[in-house]
């Protein structure tokens, strides 16, 4: 009764079995979504262009400071920060954690995640790491 849906995520892995496509009212569409290459520059290159820092050197120091597995650190840099900065830095820390969550297949380590984003953050490795810390 229904079209059968499938999405592709990376179209590099296409088959002839037709997963490159979905059906939709009887008609083929092709649905190629981007690979996570470049998902992750959008990210970095949204982040770099934003108007001020997302991490300011106060929330730098609250991130770099020990952790005291209490998550006190989030609601430090909850009055460090801006509330727009705040949100997207949580939003962020959310899903790279997530990533992290999934370094035995992706080879993404806090330390590899920390490689990438201090330099789109201009902050120092461990304050991506302490971010990293305060999410997992």
């Known amino acids: 009764a229904g ?3 499938q999405f592709l995520v990376d179209p590099a892995s296409a088959t002839d079995s037709g997963t490159d496509a979905v059906v939709r009212d009887g008609e083929t569409v092709l649905i190629t979504l981007p690979c996570v290459h470049t998902v992750a520059s959008l990210v970095k290159h949204i ?4 108007p ?6 106060d929330a730098v120091r609250i991130l770099t400071s020990d952790n005291d597995g209490t998550g006190a650190r989030w609601e430090l840099l909850e009055a460090a920060i801006p509330f727009e900065a705040y949100a997207l830095l949580k939003r962020l820390a959310r899903h790279l954690a997530a990533v992290v969550a999934h370094e035995a297949s992706n080879r993404m380590s806090a330390s590899a995640i920390s490689i990438v984003f201090a330099g789109t953050m201009d902050v120092p490795r461990e304050a991506v790491i302490g971010l990293l810390q305060e999410t997992l």
């Open 52 to 57: 001020e820092p997302l991490i300011n050197d």
């Open 3 to 5: 079209a059968r849906v």
């Open 47 to 50: 982040i770099r262009a934003l």
